[in-house]
């Protein structure tokens, strides 16, 4: 007899002879395997509890096993006090950070945003099916059963695949069929997705099965969504699709999890068999029918579900990108004219107006003075270098392109990719490509290439504040330059980081490989056009972490001067988890703190209530707000400057030069 024990992130097979053995000394042996496995617990004694995976029911330490589990049963150790001393922060059971949503998100297959895949991969929520959504899928299934019935030959559902096409398959053969399917394409490599991009491409395969043309049957759907709600999340490698037919490898592991088969992980139980896990959690595995297997694994959700996290994450530190730049050029002693509204309205495109209209905000007004502005009003300076003028128009573009994104990543999640596809009204079942994911791929390399221009500038920014014959700052912005390196080498990570990015941005879908001999003779590489996209986008949101720490310690050469009002709110946020750089130490851990700032949004969450009050103050608290700003007179501040041509006949002494 053996029994399969679960202990933290590890899972134990330990042999009990005849199983007279008590629970206690389950308990002691499983205990003592991991300690060996991880000696550096060794000799601690925590104690615990153990808890029958199926059912989550309490064991007594006195009882035999073989009074009160089966062979092969599966149980976990709970530990129920802490070991003090060293390392009780590691002693956490599977769960214990998990809290199961109790509201749901309601699935159509139509109508699902980017935003929401994301508010479910961090488990925000369980999902349900609409009514209307359900009647279409039991309407395609009754549709493909019968066309079975009538013995007629269509493709996937009772021939071969690909290649295979011509090969029909006997009728006792179709449930091997599917899943000789899923097996044979489980053959993805490289670590596994996270739980919360596996769940993002779980919700989002569910939403597209939801929408009536894949043929799945209802009991099918209905296992899924309850795996999803328990978080029975299957092991999915992140590589091996080409992007067409679809996301074959990935989705069919997530089909194989279902089917009881590989590996599975949720909360309760960490990594296990995948049936066991279901089982710990009162689920049975799929049983599939003739085209669930197919109905299952063919579209492009690991590139889309991937995309989606890309493009929110992209759209959030543009925003912020906007903000960190703003306090740089503030505390370099530059101009606010490039951003005069009139400028930008002589070359209308959205994103360089939006981006403009932010840069008033942040920056020196009537409503949010400077003190760092005003005293350089009267110097020399005519101009600002591209990194700081042009930010409306290289930062303008970025968001435009986010934009553009966000239109293709939304319809492709509410897009019907299976082939064949079932159309119920017409009576039919049709072959085509809409498994191919071109859209998506092309977006990406899109959203890679300018969301990359964010830290290309960054880097340059961080240029300026570190080298002091561009910024009148000490030299790496500490004291006791040579003693201390301080900015140095941090500028030197963002340079690599950049330079990695001018790698990554070459697009994947430019390429393609004939595969499946030749039948699939071109295909998209979007699942590393997703993967590339979300590297460059974390590389962006860290070159930029760099930069904000850099603006802030640069603040503390400028003291007791203060910028605006809200830039001074982002100084205080920074502070809050990283200090000024009195002397060297280890940076790492700051870069890492604002990095986490930037990805949670902090930065925009802190600003963002001094730009609806800053519109309010510019239109006018009664007057409803509108997106294009200059729809609206503009009420800015415009300060004299030397390249003014309407000033150059008036006296020196009238003169108010803001650079």
């Given at each position: 007899?053996k029994?399969t024990?679960?202990?933290?992130?590890?899972?134990?097979?330990?042999?009990?002879?005849?199983?007279s053995?008590?629970?206690?000394?389950?308990?002691?042996?499983?205990?003592?395997?991991?300690?060996?496995?991880?000696?550096?617990?060794a000799g601690k004694?925590?104690?615990?509890q153990?808890?029958?995976?199926?059912?989550?029911?309490?064991?007594?330490?006195?009882?035999?096993?073989?009074?009160v589990?089966?062979d092969?049963?599966?149980?976990?150790?709970?530990f129920?006090?802490g070991?003090?001393?060293?390392?009780?922060s590691?002693?956490v059971?599977?769960?214990?950070?998990y809290?199961?949503?109790?509201e749901?998100?309601s699935l159509?297959?139509n109508?699902?945003?980017p935003e929401?895949?994301m508010q479910l991969?961090k488990?925000l929520?369980k999902?349900?099916l609409?009514?209307d959504s359900?009647s279409?899928?039991?309407?395609?299934?009754?549709?493909?059963?019968n066309?079975?019935?009538?013995?007629?030959?269509?493709?996937?559902?009772?021939?071969g695949f690909?290649?295979?096409a011509r090969?029909?398959i006997?009728?006792n053969?179709?449930v091997?069929?599917?899943?000789?399917?899923?097996?044979?394409?489980?053959?993805?490599v490289?670590?596994?997705?996270?739980?919360?991009?596996t769940?993002?491409l779980?919700?989002?395969?569910?939403?597209?099965l939801a929408k009536?043309?894949?043929?799945v049957?209802?009991e099918?759907?209905?296992?899924?969504i309850?795996?999803?709600n328990?978080?029975?999340?299957?092991?999915?490698?992140?590589?091996?699709?080409v992007?067409?037919?679809?996301?074959?490898?990935?989705?069919?592991?997530?089909a194989?999890?279902?089917?009881?088969?590989?590996?599975?992980?949720?909360?309760k139980t960490g990594?296990?068999?995948?049936?066991?896990?279901?089982?710990?959690?009162?689920?049975?595995?799929?049983k599939?029918?003739?085209?669930?297997g197919?109905?299952?694994?063919n579209?492009?959700?690991?590139?889309t579900s991937?995309?989606?996290?890309?493009l929110?994450?992209?759209?959030?530190?543009?925003?912020q990108?906007?903000?960190?730049a703003a306090?740089?050029l503030?505390v370099?002693?530059?101009?606010?004219?490039?951003f005069?509204?009139?400028?930008?309205?002589?070359r209308?495109?959205?994103g360089?107006?939006?981006?403009a209209?932010?840069?008033?905000?942040?920056l020196h007004?009537?409503?949010?003075?400077?003190?760092?502005?005003?005293?350089?009003?009267?110097?020399?300076?005519?101009?600002?270098a591209?990194?700081l003028?042009?930010?409306?128009?290289?930062?303008?573009?970025?968001?435009?392109?986010?934009?553009?994104v966000?239109g293709?990543i939304t319809?492709?999640?509410n897009?019907?990719?299976?082939?064949p596809?079932?159309?119920?009204?017409?009576?039919?079942?049709?072959?085509?490509?809409n498994?191919?994911?071109?859209?998506?791929?092309?977006?990406l390399?899109?959203l890679?290439?300018g969301?990359?221009?964010?830290?290309s500038?960054?880097e340059?920014?961080?240029?300026r504040?570190?080298?002091?014959?561009l910024?009148?700052?000490?030299?790496?912005?500490?004291e006791?330059?040579?003693?201390?390196s301080?900015f140095?080498i941090a500028?030197?990570?963002?340079?690599?980081?950049?330079?990695?990015?001018?790698?990554?941005?070459h697009?994947?879908?430019?390429?393609?490989?004939?595969?499946?001999?030749a039948?699939?003779?071109?295909v998209s590489?979007?699942?590393f056009?997703a993967?590339?996209?979300?590297?460059?986008?974390?590389?962006?949101e860290?070159?930029?972490?760099?930069?904000l720490?850099a603006a802030?310690?640069?603040?503390?050469?400028?003291?007791?001067?203060?910028?605006?009002?809200?830039?001074?709110?982002?100084?205080?946020?920074?502070?809050?988890?990283?200090?000024?750089?009195?002397?060297?130490?280890?940076?790492s851990p700051?870069?890492?703190?604002?990095?986490t700032?930037?990805?949670?949004?902090?930065?925009?969450?802190?600003v963002?209530?001094?730009?609806d009050e800053?519109?309010r103050?510019?239109?006018?608290?009664?007057?409803p707000?509108l997106?294009d700003f200059?729809?609206r007179?503009?009420?800015e501040?415009?300060m004299?400057?030397p390249?003014s041509?309407?000033?150059?006949?008036?006296?020196?002494?009238?003169?108010?030069?803001?650079?």
């Amino acid at each position: 007899m053996k029994i399969t024990v679960k202990i933290l992130n590890e899972t134990f097979t330990v042999p009990c002879k005849d199983g007279s053995q008590t629970i206690g000394w389950l308990a002691e042996e499983t205990m003592r395997r991991y300690r060996k496995a991880r000696s550096e617990l060794a000799g601690k004694s925590p104690g615990f509890q153990v808890r029958r995976a199926r059912g989550d029911g309490l064991l007594d330490s006195d009882d035999s096993i073989v009074d009160v589990l089966d062979d092969n049963d599966f149980v976990h150790v709970v530990f129920s006090t802490g070991c003090g001393g060293h390392g009780d922060s590691a002693l956490v059971p599977a769960g214990t950070h998990y809290q199961e949503p109790n509201e749901y998100l309601s699935l159509d297959g139509n109508s699902l945003t980017p935003e929401d895949l994301m508010q479910l991969g961090k488990g925000l929520y369980k999902i349900k099916l609409t009514d209307d959504s359900l009647s279409k899928v039991k309407e395609a299934r009754k549709l493909l059963e019968n066309i079975l019935t009538e013995n007629k030959v269509c493709y996937g559902i009772n021939t071969g695949f690909g290649k295979f096409a011509r090969t029909v398959i006997p009728a006792n053969k179709l449930v091997e069929l599917q899943e000789n399917l899923i097996r044979s394409h489980s053959a993805g490599v490289g670590p596994p997705l996270t739980p919360e991009r596996t769940r993002m491409l779980f919700a989002l395969r569910i939403n597209v099965l939801a929408k009536g043309y894949s043929g799945v049957s209802f009991e099918t759907l209905t296992r899924m969504i309850a795996a999803f709600n328990a978080s029975c999340l299957p092991w999915i490698p992140e590589k091996g699709t080409v992007g067409a037919s679809g996301d074959l490898a990935p989705l069919s592991h997530l089909a194989q999890g279902m089917l009881g088969e590989g590996r599975m992980w949720s909360p309760k139980t960490g990594w296990g068999e995948a049936k066991d896990v279901l089982e710990a959690h009162g689920l049975k595995p799929v049983k599939l029918g003739p085209k669930e297997g197919l109905a299952l694994i063919n579209g492009t959700q690991l590139i889309t579900s991937l995309g989606a996290e890309a493009l929110e994450r992209a759209e959030a530190i543009a925003r912020q990108a906007d903000i960190v730049a703003a306090l740089t050029l503030d505390v370099l002693k530059g101009t606010t004219r490039a951003f005069d509204s009139d400028i930008h309205a002589a070359r209308p495109h959205k994103g360089q107006i939006e981006v403009a209209r932010r840069f008033r905000s942040l920056l020196h007004s009537e409503l949010y003075p400077s003190e760092i502005s005003e005293s350089h009003r009267f110097c020399d300076r005519v101009q600002d270098a591209y990194t700081l003028r042009c930010c409306p128009q290289v930062h303008g573009i970025v968001n435009d392109t986010i934009d553009f994104v966000r239109g293709i990543i939304t319809t492709e999640m509410n897009s019907a990719t299976d082939n064949p596809m079932v159309f119920p009204q017409r009576h039919e079942i049709i072959s085509g490509g809409n498994f191919h994911g071109e859209y998506p791929a092309k977006a990406l390399d899109y959203l890679a290439i300018g969301v990359h221009e964010l830290a290309s500038m960054s880097e340059r920014r961080i240029e300026r504040l570190c080298n002091p014959s561009l910024s009148e700052l000490p030299a790496f912005l500490v004291e006791e330059g040579g003693l201390n390196s301080g900015f140095m080498i941090a500028h030197c990570t963002a340079a690599a980081l950049v330079s990695e990015n001018k790698v990554l941005t070459h697009p994947s879908s430019v390429d393609s490989l004939s595969t499946s001999a030749a039948t699939e003779d071109h295909v998209s590489m979007g699942g590393f056009a997703a993967r590339k996209a979300l590297q460059v986008v974390e590389h962006v949101e860290q070159v930029l972490a760099i930069e904000l720490l850099a603006a802030c310690q640069a603040m503390e050469f400028l003291r007791p001067l203060h910028t605006t009002v809200p830039l001074e709110k982002v100084y205080d946020l920074v502070r809050n988890v990283a200090g000024p750089w009195d002397k060297d130490r280890f940076m790492s851990p700051d870069i890492d703190a604002v990095t986490t700032l930037l990805q949670e949004g902090e930065a925009w969450k802190t600003v963002k209530p001094y730009l609806d009050e800053f519109k309010r103050e510019v239109w006018g608290a009664a007057k409803p707000y509108l997106d294009d700003f200059h729809e609206r007179e503009v009420k800015e501040l415009r300060m004299g400057s030397p390249t003014s041509s309407y000033l150059m006949n008036l006296p020196l002494h009238k003169l108010r030069m803001d650079h």
